[in-house]
């Protein structure tokens, strides 16, 4: 059952970022594919989450994403319960497409070609992705570039 409510939030994923744009919903909503090589997200590398465009549902994890050389961002496994899948036997070919979980936007396909330990390949349209990486973290070591912000306080 499809929700938009802006407030919903997955496991670890808090409600999307704003409206989507025409060729999101096209992707997510029309059953749309991206050109291949078209997302920025084929090349990112940052440690972080990928969370669904449409309902911010938290996805995949860069930790599970990999280099397919498909020219779709690609990762051999998904959040537990996150993506779901069905059959798609369009376009003359028998395909397991992949969906949110929560809201049904549509997300890519599935292939059994992945790497270990899975074997899985979920291709995906990074347009159907949000990414947010991780928060830079401050090395507990550190300290030379500590910028005191509490500069409103009366001491
Ligand atoms: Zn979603």
Not at 42 to 67: P, W
Not at 81 to 88: C, G, L, P, Q
Not at 95 to 113: K, M, N, W, Y
């Amino acid at each position: 059952m499809a929700d938009h409510a802006s407030e919903s939030c997955g496991a670890g994923g808090c409600g999307p970022r704003g409206p989507l744009t025409l060729e999101q919903e096209q992707i997510l909503f029309g059953h749309g594919t991206e050109y291949p090589g078209s997302s920025p997200l084929n090349h990112e590398k940052r440690e972080g989450a990928y969370h669904c465009a449409a309902c911010g549902a938290l996805l995949f994890r860069s930790a599970t994403k990999y280099e397919s050389g498909s020219g779709w961002p690609s990762f051999w496994a998904a959040e537990p319960d996150a993506v779901a899948t069905r059959r798609d036997s369009s376009h003359g070919m028998v395909r397991t497409e992949a969906h949110c979980a929560q809201c049904e936007g549509h997300l890519g396909h599935v292939f059994t070609d992945g790497p270990p330990p899975t074997g899985l390949r979920y291709c995906m349209n990074g347009l159907a992705l949000d990414f947010r990486p991780d928060p830079q973290r401050a090395t507990s070591a550190g300290g030379a570039s500590y910028v005191d912000h509490s500069s409103g306080w009366a001491s």
